[in-house]
């Protein structure tokens, strides 16, 4: 028999009982406060694994098509939001063939070397440092690469060394509350804990954190209970916090992601996309050696819709020429929208330029259907320019600067047509360019002068009026006719600014010739641009009044097609300059939509025939058949009749004989300085006519 250790002899059973609780419940205490650390790290390091392989998956879906098409600056881009994930230290991208597609480095001088496992399983390995986690990446269920994420255990131990220094003063406050009791309450505190051990075990084999431990016993075990409940809720209340944000950062992504490449409008890639993509494509193409078209789309006419029938109906519109544009391209080309009605088509790897021809040509027939917004039938075309990497340009900007002169040109051809770039129409962009920056600069070195060519009375022979003529006197190109300027006045809104300094430079001299006795009446040609201003028949009547001319001998002529598309503030301030006495006439008549009713619905009181149906008078019927019914529809409505273009004095005789009233040519005169008219107007021209 065992000799009884010494130290048992020496205390009571009161107190050997109490130093038996004690050891007891230290030692359950203990244990349990083990057990729950050793959740505590398998939670710890779970939610490590899960929040690893979320980044892993992220990373997995939205590199997937960066691997397929080969843009490593878009997957390195899409590691680089890795930065933000502090544990994570390295990632890498692998493509199908194991080869190291992008990397991340949150150190620059760290050296990571694997094999990157490979299949459609995701794994991991952790050492005392380091957790290595591999994601496959998969699109449409095949096997594109692999990603690896490699995270530092660094935040793994704070929590622990955390969850140990809230525990330990737990456990000691606990064996002193212990020591404290008598053994009697033995059985009382040893049940409960059994019961929180239980608890404990069923969390960790079934992760149901919503348990919670309801226990009624003294005052220690219940707040022994009570902090492993709050234990419990921090940990249901970080699995809860980690899934939002998971959540919330997919969605977060998604939106920014929808920002940064779509059009929201139309649902196409926008501008951004399109800038990233045609670089991408025409890097792409240097490296196969292929072919590269870009299509730059204006369309036609879009901005009458819009102003006329609302923001609604054009975003409405640009939805539906949008679709047709999606439906027409291939399968891999990309269309985008890049701005108001202007949209872009990348056509990649075309072998042939007839493959871009026949896209256009599909573009053009698609949007020329009609298309019904809101019990309207709507009509848009398209003007398409088409520019060709790298037989026209090597990069990005230089192509869509060709794409857009084709467009032009297409434009400016008749619309709804499209046009392939060719180097003779950059050198022609270069001119304007040119031809523009002088034209800007051409007013404020008073380089326009005003020619004026005489019309004659048919009955008197003298000369009673004048049109105005303006003239462009460069200092190194010499005279420069408007033909070649007025189109770009029009285009760059600098006819509005040129019109108003052609009438009151007019009615100056018309107002010396009044003031020299001769009562000539004068006709200035306007724009449509300038019918447009708003403040265009207030201007024009402070001009009447600045110069003192009387109103009726100021005449405005306008063109067919202005007072076809002219709208109704349009017509009212043609009656107002009416009401206000200045003469309307039609210019070039005959060459439009020349029509008896909108004639009548206008405040015209001249038409002007035009010199193509002068040109082979007498001698062309067609010409004198037409020339004639001008003639006739104008007396009926009660209007003056003018021929432009006379040359001969058979086709003077001609128009007198079917009652032309005046005269207007080079058989008479050709465009001359105001002081040429002065020194003609005392003579007649009565013998020249007969």
């Known amino acids: 028999m065992k000799p009884t250790p010494e130290w048992t002899s020496k205390h009571t059973l009161s107190s050997k009982l109490k130093i038996a609780n004690l050891v007891t419940s230290g030692t359950v205490i203990l244990l349990s406060t083990i057990f729950l650390l050793g959740i505590q790290i398998y939670l710890f390091t779970s939610s490590l694994v899960r929040q690893t392989e979320t980044q892993a998956k992220m990373v997995s879906e939205n590199i997937s098509a960066a691997i397929v098409f080969g843009d490593k600056k878009a997957a390195t881009d899409i590691l680089a939001t890795l930065h933000a994930a502090s544990e994570i230290k390295f990632a890498a991208v692998y493509d199908n063939n194991n080869n190291e597609f992008a990397t991340f480095s949150r150190d620059p001088n760290y050296v990571f070397k694997s094999d990157s496992p490979r299949g459609l399983q995701n794994s991991y390995s952790i050492s005392l440092r380091h957790l290595f986690f591999h994601y496959p990446i998969v699109l449409n269920q095949n096997l594109v690469g692999a990603v690896v994420l490699h995270t530092e255990m660094t935040g793994f131990y704070k929590q622990v060394i955390l969850y140990l220094l809230v525990t330990i003063p737990v456990m000691i406050g606990v064996l002193a509350i212990a020591n404290l ?56 209340k970080r699995e809860t916090d980690l899934q939002a944000e998971i959540l919330e950062r997919k969605r977060v992504q998604v939106k920014l992601d929808r920002l940064a490449h779509y059009d ?61 544009l999606a439906n027409t391209v291939r399968f891999g080309d990309v269309a985008c929208r890049i701005g108001g009605d202007e949209f872009a088509i990348i056509l990649e790897n075309v072998s042939e ?139 760059t809104g600098l006819i509005v600014e040129i019109g108003e300094w052609v009438i009151q430079e007019a009615c100056l001299e018309m107002k010396r010739w009044h003031e020299d006795g001769h009562k000539l009446r004068v006709a200035v040609n306007l724009s449509g641009r300038q019918l447009k201003e708003r403040d265009f028949v207030k201007n024009v009547l402070a001009i009447v009044e600045k110069t003192g001319i009387e109103p009726e001998y100021l005449e405005l002529e306008l063109t067919e097609s202005m007072l076809m598309e002219a709208s109704a503030g349009i017509i009212e301030k043609l009656f107002d300059l009416k009401a206000a006495g200045i003469q309307l006439a039609i210019d070039d008549f005959g060459t439009g939509y020349s029509s008896m009713s909108y004639l009548k619905a206008f405040p015209v009181t001249c038409l002007k025939v035009d010199r193509s149906f002068i040109r082979d008078l007498p001698q062309n019927t067609e010409d004198a058949a037409i020339t004639k019914a001008i003639i006739a529809m104008a007396k009926s409505l009660r209007m003056k009749v003018v021929a432009e273009g006379i040359e001969n004095v058979e086709q003077g005789d001609f128009l007198r004989e079917h009652g032309c009233d005046e005269y207007q040519g080079y058989f008479y005169s050709k465009p001359v300085l105001a002081e040429e008219i002065r020194k003609m107007l005392p003579k007649s021209l009565v013998s020249r006519v007969a």
Request: hydrophobic residues 40%.
């Open 181 to 236: 009791m008598l053994s009697r309450l033995q059985r009382s505190i040893m049940e409960p804990i059994v019961m929180l051990s239980e608890i404990s075990k069923n969390i960790s084999e079934y992760g149901d954190y919503s348990v919670r431990a309801e226990i009624k016993s003294s005052q220690d075990i219940m707040a022994l209970a009570d902090a492993f409940n709050g234990m419990l809720n921090r940990i249901q």
């Open 264 to 324: 929201n409008v139309t649902g196409l890639n926008n501008r951004h996309f399109f800038n990233d993509r045609l670089e991408s494509v025409i890097t792409r193409s240097e490296k196969f050696m292929e072919k590269t078209v870009l299509m730059f789309i204006d369309l036609d006419n879009f901005k009458t819709v819009n102003d006329t029938l609302g923001h609604d109906v054009g975003d409405k519109l640009l939805q539906l020429v949008a679709e047709r």
């Open 353 to 491: 330029l007839s493959v871009a021809s026949m896209i256009a040509e599909k573009c053009l027939a698609a949007l020329a259907q009609p298309i019904e917004i809101s019990g309207n039938e709507l009509h848009i075309g398209a003007s398409i320019g088409v520019s060709v990497y790298p037989d026209d340009a090597q990069d990005k900007y230089s192509l869509l600067k060709y794409a857009d002169t084709a467009m032009y040109y297409a434009k400016n051809g008749g619309k709804n047509a499209y046009r392939l770039f060719e180097q003779s129409m950059q050198e022609n962009a270069q001119k304007r360019f040119t031809m523009e920056n002088n034209l800007r600069r051409a007013m404020e070195r008073e380089e326009f002068v005003l020619h004026y060519q005489p019309q004659i009375d048919v009955t008197s022979g003298q000369i009673s009026g004048v049109e105005a003529l303006i003239r462009w006197v460069h200092p190194e190109l010499g005279i420069i006719t408007p033909a070649e300027f007025i189109p770009i006045a029009e285009d």
